[in-house]
């Protein structure tokens, strides 16, 4: 046997909760543009440092991982960090709450 046993358990949990952490990530980013739209801005920014949080955790749960099982979420992981960092930065812009590009 190559893994030790109850190692494909553990991978399989650790997939599932990366695929779970990165839905909310990008439900945080959607919850932070609809208060930044509302003009909140205090509130959207502190959905977005939950957003960062759960981006690092996505990214130590990758880390436990194997090389194939993280290959599989590079595009999506590095979507999600684009769309944090884009609503970041029209939150931070102080854009009275115009739409945000798609």
Same mark, same amino acid.
Request: charged share 30%; net charge negative.
């Given at each position: 046997?190559?893994?030790?046993?109850?190692?494909?358990?553990? !991978?399989?949990?650790?997939? +599932?909760? #990366?695929?779970? &952490?990165? %839905?909310?990530? /990008?439900?945080?980013?959607?919850?932070?543009?609809?208060?930044?739209?509302?003009? !909140?801005?205090?509130?959207? +920014?502190? #959905?977005?440092? &939950?957003? %960062?949080?759960? /981006?690092?955790?996505?990214?130590?749960?990758?880390?436990?991982?194997?090389?194939?099982?993280?290959?599989?979420?590079?595009?999506?992981?590095?979507?999600?960090?684009?769309?944090?960092?884009?609503?970041?930065?029209?939150?931070?812009?102080?854009?009275?709450?115009?739409?945000?590009?798609?």
């Amino acid at each position: 046997m190559s893994h030790p046993v109850g190692s494909h358990v553990r !991978n399989r949990i650790e997939v +599932a909760f #990366v695929e779970a &952490d990165v %839905e909310i990530g /990008f439900n945080l980013v959607d919850m932070a543009e609809t208060e930044r739209g509302r003009g !909140n801005p205090f509130l959207a +920014a502190r #959905v977005l440092e &939950d957003a %960062e949080d759960v /981006f690092h955790d996505i990214q130590r749960r990758l880390d436990r991982l194997g090389v194939v099982e993280r290959g599989h979420f590079e595009a999506l992981v590095g979507e999600l960090r684009r769309e944090i960092d884009q609503a970041k930065a029209h939150n931070s812009s102080g854009d009275g709450g115009a739409s945000l590009p798609s």
